[in-house]
T-cell receptor
Framework: GESVGLHLPTLSVQEGDNSIINCAYS??????FIWYKQESGKGPQFIIDIRSNMDKRQGQRVTVLLNKTVKHLSLQIAATQPGDSAVYFCAENEGAQKLVFGQGTRLTINP | DAGVTQSPTHLIKTRGQHVTLRCSPI?????VSWYQQVLGQGPQFIFQYYEKEERGRGNFPDRFSARQFPNYSSELNVNALLLGDSALYLCASSLAVGSNSPLHFGNGTRLTVT
């Protein structure tokens, strides 16, 4: 099975609220994690990454948190907008850029 | 700047046929990777190439092969197509091999095998 998975397959949030997407990974040796956003008909778009020597990293409206103790990763999106509607994947680097993806979480925005 | 470009965007083939998919990386990127994404699932790693050499291979049968050219573009070949090969095939490029180079994906080739 997949070594990276997501707790929820779907997430609905109100426009303007914050979104939190969770991810669990199983390979404790992984040292690099990435979040991707995939819109319908497009390839995955890089959002943010984090290395295992960090526990938090912030980008524009997004924050990734890494908890190595429980092997958990989360993506926080502030002030969610309609354009944030997509499927979000976390991915774990197993070395030489072999990424292992989870099944994804579909984020829908309610007006 | 152009991102990763893939061709064709859509393709329909019959079981047993052969297919070639093409990818041009972002300018300056020397590493190309291929992923297969079945509907409703995350992408699965097929190959990685760097400087024209295979650097990694996923759990795919020998019907799948790839190569990288001197200009860093790449082809993915699949022989003896099966219905189960129907998927979105994604190409990704990066500056180099290693954790310091995030992958940037193209929009994929949608392959349908009938």
């Amino acid at each position: 099975g997949e070594s990276v998975g997501l707790h929820l397959p779907t997430l609905s949030v109100q426009e303007g609220d914050n979104s939190i997407i969770n991810c669990a990974y199983s390979n404790s040796a992984s040292d690099y994690f990435i979040w991707y956003k995939q819109e319908s008909g497009k390839g995955p778009q890089f959002i943010i990454d984090i290395r295992s020597n960090m526990d938090k990293r912030q980008g524009q409206r997004v924050t990734v948190l890494l908890n190595k103790t429980v092997k958990h990763l989360s993506l926080q999106i502030a002030a969610t907008q309609p354009g944030d509607s997509a499927v979000y994947f976390c991915a774990e680097n197993e070395g030489a850029q072999k990424l292992v993806f989870g099944q994804g979480t579909r984020l829908t925005i309610n007006p | 700047d152009a991102g990763v470009t893939q061709s064709p965007t859509h393709l329909i083939k019959t079981r047993g046929q052969h297919v070639t998919l093409r990818c041009s990386p972002i300018s300056g990127h020397k590493s190309v990777s291929w992923y297969q994404q079945v509907l409703g699932q995350g992408p699965q790693f097929i190959f990685q190439y760097y400087e024209k050499e295979e650097r990694g291979r996923g759990n795919f049968p020998d019907r799948f092969s790839a190569r990288q050219f001197p200009n860093y573009s790449s082809e993915l070949n699949v022989n003896a197509l099966l219905l189960g090969d129907s998927a979105l095939y994604l190409c990704a490029s990066s500056l180099a091999v290693g954790s310091n180079s995030p992958l940037h994906f193209g929009n994929g080739t949608r392959l349908t095998v009938t």
